[in-house]
């Protein structure tokens, strides 16, 4: 499971357990990279799908805010590709 924050500007995780509980610790997945994450949301295919709300009055907008952003929802890779 995935969680977003605006004013933290993060996505969290923490494993689902059996039963549907939580396991362990949250853990940091992205940490300011994106400017504010509003909505994050996962497909079947294990990606999660986050959106931005950097401009909103709020926040450091730059020319490629808001935007959607597609990251892997395990360690399956992702690294070095474009933004």
């Known amino acids: 499971m995935a969680s977003t924050s605006l ?9 689902m ?9 949250p853990t940091v997945i992205l940490d ?3 400017g504010r994450l509003l909505t994050v949301t996962a497909d079947t295919q294990g990606l999660l799908w986050l959106t931005t709300s950097n401009k909103d009055g709020s926040g450091t907008p730059v020319p490629s805010d808001d ?14 590709g474009p933004d």
Do not use: H, M
């Open 7 to 15: 004013d933290k500007q993060q996505l969290t995780g923490i494993q």
């Open 32 to 34: 300011n990279r994106y």
């Open 67 to 80: 935007r959607v952003v597609v990251i892997p929802a395990s360690d399956a890779g992702g690294e070095g």
């Open 17 to 25: 357990g059996s039963g549907g509980t939580f396991t362990g610790t």
